[in-house]
């Protein structure tokens, strides 16, 4: 196990953890890698800010042999939705706005927004404003565009939101009706791009500056970002999709335009970072906003974050036992994630199959980075090797 840059480690006894249970992940993921179901990966855990696993599995390029290395880098998707929520959060905490100031005060492409009907055979005007609070919680009315042939679905295709700047994605957004009513619903979509929007208007500077000024650099997230330099490209992780016949195959044109370059910068979707980049930023918001003596956010403002956001009966993308706090899911219910883990703990993924979560009673955060667009089985597997080597 590799040093974690500023992560100290601890013998898993120490934080009590087995170090022979956590070695049953190993044989699960190389299992995975063999049947072809996934070129590689990282698995990462710590518990009470001490990394006690972190191993690599596979090949980060199939066709060339290049294994998975600890610094390898990898598209994080939507992973870098709680990032654009945290830095939402920290303005937030600067007194710019309140949760529930509405997004036209400082996007004036969002003011007197129209709404479909649920059936989309009408256009009505919105019953409400869509607040700062709507974007951060997916309750916008904001979506991602489909393929189906309803009228929303075919006026975000024909958007091209990628094509140009924040400012440009945001009016065209503003121009086009929302699925519902904001509040109404819980729509996973373009919501926190906006949320990236906003950051730049607010602080005054480009968004990917603010990262990088106020988040990266503060944290030591040294390999975090919206391009992947040429100095690095070496390291970029090549990004497979399951095979028609069996196995995987390269996804020659990534999603969208979240490639080595993400210009303009997606905060919903645009990020490339390392294993152990994420990590610091959950062990961050683990220690309630602060990481070796850099403070992010106050701990009233990461209890705010962590709880449930939404109603009880809207599950995020399907997830039992789940609510939605200001940029995660949140385990509301244990019993109805029927796995391994804590209420109270709050997570998220990203498109090809990366995901996170962070436990604030087991004092626990767990990485795991692959590049696989399609079903993810593993993600649970993760879950549950993780949670039974807990022994105090």
Same mark, same amino acid.
């Given at each position: 196990m590799t040093h974690c840059h500023g992560i100290p480690r601890a013998i898993p006894e120490e934080v009590g953890m087995s170090a022979a249970r956590l070695k049953r992940i190993a044989p699960v993921m190389q299992r995975h890698i063999d049947e072809g179901t996934i070129?590689?990966?990282?698995?990462? +855990?710590?518990?009470? *800010? &001490?990394? /006690?696993?972190?191993?690599?599995? *596979?090949?980060?390029? /199939?066709?060339?042999?290049?294994?998975?290395?600890? %610094?390898?880098?990898?598209?994080? @998707?939507? !992973?870098?939705?709680?990032?654009?929520?945290?830095?939402?959060? !920290?303005? $937030?905490?600067e007194g710019h706005f309140q949760l529930h100031t509405p997004v036209s005060e400082f996007i004036p492409a969002f003011k007197d927004m129209?709404? @479909?009907?649920?059936? #989309?055979?009408?256009?009505?005007?919105?019953?409400?404003?869509?607040? +700062?609070?709507?974007?951060?919680?997916?309750?916008?009315?904001? +979506? @991602?565009g489909g393929d189906s042939d309803s009228p929303i679905d075919t006026a975000y295709r024909a958007a091209n939101f990628y094509d140009a700047t924040l400012e440009a994605m945001a009016q065209k957004l503003g121009n086009i009706?929302?699925? @519902?009513?904001?509040?109404?619903?819980?729509? $996973?979509?373009?919501?926190? %791009? /906006?949320?990236? =929007?906003? /950051?730049?208007?607010?602080?005054? !500077?480009?968004?990917?500056?603010?990262? #990088?000024? &106020?988040?990266?650099?503060?944290? *030591? !997230? +040294?390999?975090?970002?919206?391009?992947?330099? %040429?100095?690095?490209? %070496? &390291? $970029?992780?090549?990004? =497979?999709?399951?095979?028609?016949?069996?196995?995987? #195959?390269?996804?020659?044109?990534?999603?969208?335009?979240?490639?080595?370059?993400s210009f303009p910068p997606s905060g919903g979707a645009g990020l490339q970072s390392t294993a152990t980049d994420y990590l610091r930023f959950c062990q961050m918001l683990l220690n309630n906003g602060e990481l070796e003596g850099e403070r992010l956010l106050g701990s009233k403002t990461v209890e705010l974050i962590r709880i449930n956001h939404i109603d009880d009966a809207w599950q995020p993308l399907e997830r039992e036992g789940c609510g939605f706090g200001l940029g995660f899911a949140v385990v509301t219910d244990l019993a109805g994630t029927q796995c391994l883990g804590s209420e109270g703990t709050f997570s998220w993924g990203g498109l090809a199959s990366t995901t996170f979560w962070i436990d604030p009673v087991e004092e626990l955060v767990a990485v795991f980075m692959t590049q696989l667009i399609g079903d993810s089985p593993f993600h649970a597997q993760f879950r549950v090797l993780t949670y039974q080597a807990i022994i105090d």
């Open positions: 070129p590689g990966a990282l698995t990462m +855990i710590a518990r009470e *800010g &001490r990394l /006690v696993h972190f191993e690599k599995f *596979g090949t980060r390029d /199939v066709a060339d042999a290049k294994p998975m290395e600890f %610094d390898t880098l990898f598209r994080i @998707y939507s !992973m870098t939705k709680p990032i654009t929520s945290i830095a939402v959060m !920290m303005l $937030y905490e129209q709404s @479909y009907c649920e059936a #989309q055979t009408e256009i009505v005007d919105a019953e409400c404003e869509m607040t +700062i609070k709507h974007l951060l919680t997916h309750t916008s009315g904001l +979506i @991602y009706p929302l699925a @519902y009513h904001p509040g109404a619903a819980w729509s $996973y979509g373009m919501s926190t %791009d /906006v949320l990236g =929007y906003l /950051v730049e208007i607010v602080a005054g !500077m480009p968004f990917e500056t603010f990262l #990088q000024t &106020r988040i990266f650099e503060p944290l *030591g !997230m +040294i390999d975090t970002a919206f391009s992947v330099p %040429d100095e690095k490209a %070496d &390291r $970029y992780a090549t990004l =497979y999709e399951p095979a028609e016949n069996g196995g995987i #195959q390269v996804i020659e044109n990534a999603p969208v335009s979240l490639g080595p370059r």
